[in-house]
T-cell receptor, first 113, second 115 residues
Framework: GQQLNQSPQSMFIQEGEDVSMNCTSSSIFNTWLWYKQDPGEGPVLLIALYKAGELTSNGRLTAQFGITRKDSFLNISASIPSDVGIYFC?????????????FGEGTQLTVNP | DGGITQSPKYLFRKEGQNVTLSCEQN?????MYWYRQDPGQGLRLIYYSQIVNDFQKGDIAEGYSVSREKKESFPLTVTSAQKNPTAFYLC??????????????FGDGTRLSIL
C-alpha cells in the first residue's frame, strides 16, 4: 500500500517555538487528517480537512489542505511541553475505498522546557 | 462514555499459537478497521469492515483473520502463519462512509509480543 511522505521525521525545539510539518503524496485525496499519538496510546484526531485550499485551526494548531489535493501541512504555534508526541498525517478517499486511511510515517516532536 | 475499547492492553504469544485481540465500540459506527504499527513507522491497514458480516483485506492481511458478527465487535486473530507478529495493534471505527468521508477514531491499542 501507498505511504505518504511526511517530514521532518523528528524535531527538537524549545518551548515557545513554532513548529511546521508537512505531508506529500503522489496521488490525490479527498480528505486530509492530522492525528497525535502519545506513547502506548491510540492516535487522537486533531484536525480534519475536507476541501482543497481549506485552512482550519484548532487552538494553537493550524492545518491546510493543499490546492492540488496532494499535500497538507500542520503548524503548531507557541509550543508547550505537552505537545510532545508523534504527529501523523493521513489521506482518505471515500466510499469506493471504504474510507480507508493512508498514513505518513510520523513526525516525532520533542519540546524542551 | 462512548468509545472504542481494545483488550487486552498487553498480550504474549507462544510459538505456533493463535491469539485473538478484542475491539468493541459503542459509538454506533458502521465501519471498523485494524491497523498494525511497528516502531518508527506509520500505521498499516490489516483488515476493514464496512458492514456486519462483511470485511475486506487491507495491505498486510496475510497471517491475520477477522470476523464481524456484530456491529459493535471486530475481533482480530493473529494466526501462527504470521511470522513476525510483534507490534502495536490499533482498532478504529467510523460512521458509514456513504455519508461522505468521516474521520476514524482509535482505541488505545494492544501490544503483542512473542514469548
Amino acid at each position: 500500500g501507498q505511504q505518504l511522505n511526511q517530514s521532518p521525521q523528528s524535531m527538537f525545539i524549545q518551548e515557545g517555538e513554532d513548529v511546521s510539518m508537512n505531508c506529500t503524496s503522489s496521488s490525490i485525496f479527498n480528505t486530509w487528517l492530522w492525528y497525535k499519538q502519545d506513547p502506548g496510546e491510540g492516535p487522537v484526531l486533531l484536525i480534519a480537512l475536507y476541501k482543497a485550499g481549506e485552512l482550519t485551526s484548532n487552538g494553537r494548531l493550524t492545518a491546510q489542505f493543499g490546492i492540488t489535493r496532494k499535500d497538507s501541512f500542520l503548524n503548531i504555534s507557541a509550543s508547550i511541553p505537552s505537545d510532545v508526541g508523534i504527529y501523523f498525517c493521513a489521506g482518505q478517499n471515500g466510499e469506493t475505498s471504504g474510507s480507508r486511511l493512508t498514513f505518513g510515517e510520523g513526525t516525532q516532536l520533542t519540546v524542551n522546557p | 462514555d462512548g468509545g472504542i475499547t481494545q483488550s487486552p492492553k498487553y498480550l504474549f504469544r507462544k510459538e505456533g499459537q493463535n491469539v485473538t485481540l478484542s475491539c468493541e465500540q459503542n459509538l454506533n459506527h458502521d465501519a471498523m478497521y485494524w491497523y498494525r504499527q511497528d516502531p518508527g513507522q506509520g500505521l498499516r491497514l490489516i483488515y476493514y469492515s464496512q458492514i456486519v458480516n462483511d470485511f475486506q483485506k487491507g495491505d498486510i492481511a496475510e497471517g491475520y483473520s477477522v470476523s464481524r458478527e456484530k456491529k459493535e465487535s471486530f475481533p482480530l486473530t493473529v494466526t501462527s502463519a504470521q511470522k513476525n507478529p510483534t507490534a502495536f495493534y490499533l482498532c478504529a471505527s467510523t460512521r458509514t462512509p456513504r455519508r461522505g468521508n468521516q474521520p476514524q477514531h482509535f482505541g488505545d491499542g494492544t501490544r503483542l509480543s512473542i514469548l
